[in-house]
């Protein structure tokens, strides 16, 4: 959940709406009376200001960002998961030499834990000022209701990802489903173009599957199924799509430079070879077989992706039929 969770999504999904994070950064100014109220997202190896006070006094802005190796106040929070109240930090033999400090205009800071709905550490929301401060335990405990209701923000945007996210697979493999393959294909495309690569397409289709659940059961064709999304998953990149289209049909979808052509009539050659081995010795998955189209198309191609899965399929269905015709 922590990789997911992080203002990116925002950016691109409009999941929060960060306006009402805005809103609590400006209150925070208002009632600390502070020169910046923000709200700081830790990525791992950094903090991010993710929302920062509208204020003419406030000098934190948003996109700043620091290492999460320097001494900060955000660090020590996420290091202890507690609160941080630093009334004067040049009266503080431990604070005086941290950056903010020494070499910027922080002299009191005061901040909580933001956690994600798993518990683990989103960041921080706090209170900085260019002076010293006296805050009561009261504004202590309003910074952590204002947290608990980012926390709520973040589990909302992460139970409305998971949904989206169950619209574009398929439950079965995790692999995407047509719907997936068609709304992450269409980048795949401008990148195509953008990049200039070649689109390369695999159309995998399982081969005696209905004979199999016919003599051996359904859960024996789905073992089929399930072994060869396993191995799309660890042939194919990261960067490529894998999509479940069908009950026994796959779709992989490649980007490929001039010389890295042959390359897909490799992948195709490990794929039906790891897939027999895998299955040669198991009862029922034995007598099934992968029949594989391949197909490619230059980055500045006019076919549209439907076009090119379907010359894909073609080209998958010519060995089939070779197949039958070389049995019988």
Not at 140 to 150: D, G, T, W
Not at 247 to 261: A, R, S
């Amino acid at each position: 959940m922590t990789a997911f969770l992080t203002s990116r999504f925002d950016s691109q999904d409009n999941i929060i709406d960060l306006s009402k994070w805005q809103e609590l950064a400006d209150l925070i100014v208002d009632i600390f009376d502070a020169d910046c109220g923000a709200i700081i997202e830790f990525t791992g190896r950094s903090f991010h200001t993710l929302v920062s006070s509208n204020n003419d006094t406030n000098f934190l802005h948003q996109g700043s960002q620091w290492s999460s190796d320097s001494k900060s106040f955000c660090r020590t929070i996420v290091e202890t998961g507690k609160e941080l109240y630093v009334p004067n930090a040049l009266e503080s033999e431990y604070w005086i030499n941290a950056p903010a400090v020494e070499n910027g205009p922080v002299r009191s800071y005061c901040g909580v834990p933001v956690f994600h709905p798993d518990g683990s550490i989103y960041g921080t929301v706090c209170a900085i000022d260019t002076k010293h401060t006296n805050y009561k335990n009261a504004l202590i405990k309003l910074l952590f209701h204002l947290s608990k209701l980012i926390t709520a923000d973040l589990k909302m945007a992460y139970e409305a990802q998971q949904h989206k996210q169950m619209a574009l697979t398929d439950s079965m493999t995790d692999l995407l489903n047509r719907r997936g393959l068609d709304v992450l294909g269409k980048q795949k495309r401008k990148d195509a173009k953008r990049y200039q690569k070649t689109i390369g397409i695999l159309y995998l289709d399982i081969d005696n599957l209905k004979q199999v659940n016919d003599n051996f059961g359904h859960s024996t064709g789905d073992q089929c199924i399930q072994v060869l999304a396993d191995i799309l998953k660890s042939e194919v990149r990261e960067s490529d799509l894998i999509a479940r289209t069908g009950g026994d049909e796959f779709i992989v979808l490649t980007l490929l430079n001039k010389e890295q052509e042959t390359e897909l009539n490799a992948l195709s050659l490990r794929i039906r070879q790891r897939y027999q081995k895998k299955t040669q010795h198991q009862p029922g998955l034995h007598i099934s077989s992968i029949s594989i189209g391949l197909h490619l198309e230059s980055h500045n191609s006019t076919t549209s992706l439907k076009d090119m899965f379907m010359n894909a399929d073609a080209s998958m269905y010519k060995e089939k039929e070779q197949k039958k015709n070389t049995i019988e």
